[in-house]
């Protein structure tokens, strides 16, 4: 696979995080619906498949920090850097993985969203209190096709994710296995791949986006970690059957914001009046406001974030195609106002974001480079062994 500079998400044209789990399903000989678009990623067939998911581990900061990656620098020249799409939110990105559809089609249109018809938002990674995610969202995932068409599909994950909120909207499919470790996860793998001459095992991996959350993207921890990582995906790389492909990808990347390049809605009375809901996604805020004060609000958000921030409506950023193509029952889902940041600010709300959570120096959501862009490494099964 040729590198590839990375499309915005507003441009539809290129391979994006949303077709590396189709073509994969492709490689196993599992065709894709006639509903759904055609992976613009090709891979060549395989008997066999691994995906690794690594959150957080942005295509940019990768090459950035490539020192402290020895396998995965020895791919970056076959490696793929493409967009997970709008907003960069783990949230967002395992609904875009899991389905092979873009947000606008999956509802899965932010870390915090609102829920139509009960005045409330929705935490789409923690999933407390939440609807249904099977009527939530109603696609078909990768997973669940692969597993459908006889090819044995297995997860690997914290204990928490099975039967999750999140896992159940995004990612069911098949049978999943817990394990703590990312070494006991790699051994779980190589147990599933090697139990049945077809198979499709995911992997899945959060330390390095929580490090990267405490510490930094540019910290040593991350640096420490990214080694870590690194290590255990070589391992799983060498260990695999000859008739088993490794795919290799991410949901976001990351940028690191100082504490006092931020402002706080809670100290600001521009920011909050009229502004009924805020969501908590400190580099891509969605609004929900009192009727009729939406462009009197966008017109207050504007004018404290300048030239730091764009405020768009809704209808803006539909027209746009930052969510993508985005189905009618969507579209209340999605803020009145959908705020982007540039460079290495935030806006946060310490009215409900945790301590913890303003305490945060990476952070990602909006539209950079360095949050939307990732990589898509891909190790034919030939070339695994």
């Given at each position: 696979?040729?590198?590839?500079?990375?499309?915005?998400?507003?441009?539809?044209?290129?391979?994006?995080?949303?077709?590396?789990?189709?073509?994969?399903?492709?490689?196993?000989?599992?065709?894709?619906?006639?509903?759904?678009?055609?992976?613009?990623?090709?891979?060549?067939?395989?008997?066999?498949?691994?995906?690794?998911?690594?959150?957080?581990?942005?295509?940019?900061?990768?090459?950035?920090?490539?020192?402290?990656?020895?396998?995965?620098?020895?791919?970056?020249?076959?490696?793929?850097?493409?967009?997970?799409?709008?907003?960069?939110?783990?949230?967002?990105?395992?609904?875009?993985?899991?389905?092979?559809?873009?947000?606008?089609?999956?509802?899965?249109?932010?870390?915090?969203?609102?829920?139509?018809?009960?005045?409330?938002?929705?935490?789409?990674?923690?999933?407390?209190?939440?609807?249904?995610?099977?009527?939530?969202?109603?696609?078909?995932?990768?997973?669940?096709?692969?597993?459908?068409?006889?090819?044995?599909?297995?997860?690997?994950?914290?204990?928490f994710f099975d039967g999750s909120g999140l896992t159940n909207a995004a990612l069911r499919g098949g049978r999943f296995v817990a394990a703590d470790s990312l070494a006991k996860r790699v051994d779980a793998t190589l147990a599933a791949v090697r139990a049945t001459p077809r198979a499709l095992v995911h992997l899945y991996w959060g330390d390095l986006d929580k490090v990267g959350h405490v510490f930094g993207c540019d910290s040593w921890q991350w640096g420490d970690e990214l080694e870590a990582v690194d290590r255990e995906l070589a391992r799983l790389a060498a260990s695999l059957p000859r008739d088993c492909s490794l795919t290799i990808t991410a949901d976001?990347?990351?940028?690191?914001?100082?504490?006092?390049?931020?402002?706080?809605?809670?100290?600001?009375?521009?920011?909050?009046?009229?502004?009924?809901?805020?969501?908590?996604?400190?580099?891509?805020?969605?609004?929900?406001?009192?009727?009729?004060?939406?462009?009197?609000?966008?017109?207050?958000?504007?004018?404290?974030?300048?030239?730091?921030?764009?405020?768009?409506?809704?209808?803006?950023?539909?027209?746009?195609?930052?969510?993508?193509?985005?189905?009618?029952?969507?579209?209340?889902?999605?803020?009145?106002?959908?705020?982007?940041?540039?460079?290495?600010?935030?806006?946060?709300?310490?009215?409900?974001?945790?301590?913890?959570?303003?305490?945060?120096?990476?952070?990602?959501?909006?539209?950079?480079?360095?949050?939307?862009?990732?990589?898509?490494?891909?190790?034919?099964?030939?070339?695994?062994?």
């Amino acid at each position: 696979m040729a590198a590839a500079d990375v499309g915005h998400p507003l441009d539809g044209d290129g391979p994006a995080l949303a077709d590396v789990l189709p073509a994969v399903a492709v490689s196993l000989g599992v065709p894709t619906p006639a509903d759904r678009p055609t992976p613009r990623i090709e891979l060549a067939p395989t008997r066999r498949a691994v995906t690794v998911l690594v959150d957080g581990l942005g295509h940019d900061l990768l090459v950035r920090r490539a020192g402290h990656a020895p396998f995965l620098r020895s791919l970056l020249a076959s490696t793929r850097r493409v967009p997970a799409g709008f907003p960069s939110t783990t949230a967002t990105s395992m609904g875009t993985f899991g389905t092979g559809l873009a947000a606008g089609q999956h509802g899965m249109v932010g870390y915090e969203v609102l829920v139509p018809g009960e005045d409330r938002l929705l935490n789409e990674l923690s999933w407390e209190d939440g609807p249904d995610p099977f009527r939530w969202q109603p696609h078909e995932t990768v997973f669940e096709r692969v597993d459908r068409a006889g090819v044995p599909v297995t997860r690997l994950g914290p204990a928490f994710f099975d039967g999750s909120g999140l896992t159940n909207a995004a990612l069911r499919g098949g049978r999943f296995v817990a394990a703590d470790s990312l070494a006991k996860r790699v051994d779980a793998t190589l147990a599933a791949v090697r139990a049945t001459p077809r198979a499709l095992v995911h992997l899945y991996w959060g330390d390095l986006d929580k490090v990267g959350h405490v510490f930094g993207c540019d910290s040593w921890q991350w640096g420490d970690e990214l080694e870590a990582v690194d290590r255990e995906l070589a391992r799983l790389a060498a260990s695999l059957p000859r008739d088993c492909s490794l795919t290799i990808t991410a949901d976001h990347g990351m940028v690191d914001v100082p504490l006092h390049d931020r402002v706080d809605v809670a100290d600001d009375s521009r920011l909050s009046t009229g502004a009924r809901h805020v969501s908590v996604e400190f580099r891509a805020p969605q609004v929900w406001t009192e009727p009729g004060a939406t462009e009197d609000v966008r017109a207050a958000w504007a004018e404290v974030l300048g030239d730091r921030a764009r405020v768009a409506t809704r209808e803006e950023a539909v027209a746009a195609g930052w969510f993508g193509v985005v189905h009618p029952e969507n579209l209340p889902r999605i803020g009145d106002l959908v705020v982007v940041t540039h460079g290495t600010f935030a806006v946060a709300d310490s009215r409900r974001a945790r301590p913890e959570l303003l305490a945060l120096i990476g952070l990602h959501g909006s539209l950079s480079a360095d949050e939307v862009a990732v990589p898509v490494v891909h190790v034919d099964a030939a070339d695994v062994a």
